[in-house]
């Protein structure tokens, strides 16, 4: 699992100030702390940045690469402050991102392909995100592979974003997401890559809930097929919880269920929580969460009191 920091993001009030004032502190604390917790690549969320965007950009590559050397996910609606990035980067880098509209696709696939460098590209079009995951694979497969071809990026350089969305607005497309995510794994040889957001899943839920939500979420992500996500590695729970799936640790009770739970999702199939021991609190948190995430009961912010 590719894990892309994703804690340098403007709508943060700290990193907001910090490129305000140039203040290179913040942005290196985050960056370090990120990498050591185990992040694969580090986002750069400067937003549109309209009247000084490439300046930005330069800047928070130059503060970040003083103190590591990991690969940069760029993330701007600016093409200008894009470019300026990879740049930089030499090819270690991510472009954040495009979707399947004409203008972005013009914008940022002839970047992926100057630099050599992946992009990631949303499933999402003019009419917004698709509810369905079959509506998700016929904009990869009709629009932005086509782009792709043009512009001479490989395959295996998408990243294809079924875009999450929330559970407490959107309980019923949590499954779509999963589904679009296996789609997208079957729909060439070689392969494209798949991520995701993963924190959206739990945007506008309470903030005790949000990480279960995240992780349970993820682990069904994965045995979706997966191979990325921006998160959070400061979460040591998420990051544990990466640590079980790959190494299949079930020397827990949790272990043992999130293993089973990842198991049912390669299989393409329904997890079943009626087998779950749920006098064990940490587990019948777990089952209920799998519950919600499989709309099988109904989302409310009080689920886990329930």
Known sequence: MIVIGECIHV???????AIETR????????????????????ELNIGPQRRAGPEVMRWMVDTVREVTDS???LDTSNVAAMEAGLGLCQGKALVNSTDATEERLH??????????TPI????????????NADARLELASNVIFPSAAEWGVPVEDLFLDPLVLTVTCNQDHCQESIKAIRYFKMMNEPAPRTTCGLSNISNGAPAEVRPLLNKVFLVMMMGGGLDSAIMDPLDADLMETIRVIESRDDSTPEGELLIRLYDTYVAAEQFDTIDVDVSLPGLRDIAKTIDILQNTTVYAHSYLRV
Do not use: E
């Open 11 to 17: 709508i943060a009030g700290t990193v907001k100030k």
């Open 107 to 116: 914008n940022f696939m002839p970047l992926s392909a100057k630099y050599k």
């Open 71 to 73: 690969p940069l996910s």
């Open 23 to 42: 203040d290179k502190a913040p942005i290196q604390g985050l960056a370090k702390a990120q990498v050591d917790k185990g992040a694969h690549y580090l």
């Open 120 to 131: 990631i590209a949303l499933t999402m079009g003019k009419g917004g995100i698709p509810a």
